[in-house]
């Protein structure tokens, strides 16, 4: 009960427990699995349940050394399995707490349902174009400097003062083919809104990233299009991200030929929502991508979480190997940005650093951030360790007050 959590069902074997999920596999949301076992083992469990394309999150729970248990997680990071946790024995409740609410994080389907709109209202926020761009800022963990944004879409049914973020609309879009619109609605305000964020001085180098679907991708005239608002809006393609979003698997020869075309013009292309979807550690050595993020599942909680923070470091040394960029994402706890602050390569994102904003409210935000980035400057040039610790708080929440705006996130 203290995990709400309706049914659960016991199987004294592997074998009958992959004869349960081959034929009933959308019922069961979260499997547990103990490595040692009689007949199948449960790396081999594990290797089965991939096979069947199991969607589900997966637990291991072990009394094996932590060593065997760790090589196991990876083993499933390499799968196309939902990780949500690899626990040594006895487990408590909190950690069970925790894996669940990872999967609720993980899958959407399950999360509470946002506020959903119709058909008409969503083609009337196209006509009237009621589309409005929100900035989310990245910056490198340890250096605290600005190296990017990404753009959100946020609507706004007719004179409503809050705005809907793409939970309530994407997928009605996406099912009535009203992707493209609004993405073209999305570029046609940001582009020259983002022209004079990056005249900023601390916005120079940065880049910005958008979203693009695996439908969008299959269509081969993205990367012209692409092309075109670079050229309108005198951006540079190198300046540019496209974000494929996990929501389908990347297996169409259409959807790779559009990534190659992408990087052959010196646009980015990053995995989104890594860790959840579809997109194992095999393909994503295959893809030319320029970067991968780390879905904030897996991030919240990392300072305490040893399956986190063992993906992470995985991840780091891929990264630096195919020499692309690593984000992590949901960076929302000050012990959680103080871990991950030791890390090269790696860029965060997430409310702490700075929550979606519109563009007048971004161009606040800037002047903030370097207010604050200069007095935590000038900490440092006088003490080290506790002082900077004090003035890493005091920049979290000066930046946090600010972005505080009264808008919908």
């Not at 604050?372 to 506790?386: H, P």
Request: proline letters at 3%; a neutral charge; aromatic letters at 6%.
């Amino acid at each position: 009960m203290q995990l709400d959590v309706n049914r659960v069902e016991y199987c004294t074997d592997a074998g009958s427990a992959i004869k349960i999920l081959t034929k009933y596999a959308k019922d069961y949301q979260i499997v547990v699995v103990d490595l040692h076992m009689p007949n199948m083992d449960g790396i081999e469990l594990l290797m089965k349940l991939s096979d069947i394309g199991y969607r589900g999150g997966v637990i291991i729970a072990s009394a094996m050394e932590s060593r065997i248990i760790e090589a196991a997680a990876k083993i499933v990071i390499n799968s196309r399995l939902r990780l949500l946790g690899a626990l040594t024995k006895p487990v408590s409740t909190k950690q069970l707490q925790l894996c669940i609410e990872r999967l609720f994080m993980m899958e959407s389907d399950l999360a509470p349902k946002p506020v959903s709109i119709s058909l008409d209202e969503l083609h009337r926020v196209l006509n009237d174009n009621k589309v409005v761009p929100y900035f989310q800022a990245q910056i490198e963990a340890k250096t605290r400097n600005i190296v990017g944004f990404e753009v959100l879409c946020r609507i706004q049914l007719g004179n409503k003062l809050q705005l809907l973020s793409p939970a309530s609309f994407l997928e009605l879009a996406e099912s009535h083919n009203l992707l493209n619109d609004l993405t073209e609605k999305l570029l046609e305000k940001a582009l020259p809104q983002w022209k004079l964020i990056s005249q900023d001085d601390s916005c120079v180098n940065c880049s910005l990233s958008i979203n693009l679907s695996p439908s969008q991708l299959n269509q081969a005239s993205w990367p012209n299009r692409l092309l075109k608002y670079c050229h309108d809006n005198q951006m540079e393609t190198s300046q540019l991200t496209i974000e494929i979003t996990e929501n389908q698997a990347l297996s169409e020869q259409s959807q790779y030929t559009s990534i190659s075309r992408l990087r052959l013009h010196n646009f980015g292309v990053a995995i989104d929502d890594f860790g959840t979807g579809y997109t194992n550690l095999t393909q994503l050595c295959r893809l030319p991508i320029s970067e991968l993020k780390l879905d904030m599942s897996l991030v919240r909680g990392i300072h305490h979480d040893p399956l986190a923070q063992t993906i992470l470091k995985s991840l780091q040394e891929i990264s630096n190997k195919l020499g692309i960029k690593l984000v992590a994402e949901g960076v929302e706890d000050l012990r959680d940005l103080n871990y991950l602050e030791q890390f090269d390569n790696l860029r965060l994102q997430g409310f702490l650093i700075c929550r979606p904003k519109p563009f007048t409210d971004l161009m606040r935000w800037l002047k903030a951030h370097k207010k604050v980035s200069k007095s935590n400057a000038d900490v440092s040039e006088v003490g080290t360790g506790t002082g900077r610790d004090k003035a890493s708080n005091q920049v979290s929440a000066e930046l946090s007050k600010d972005s505080v705006s009264g808008y919908s996130i």
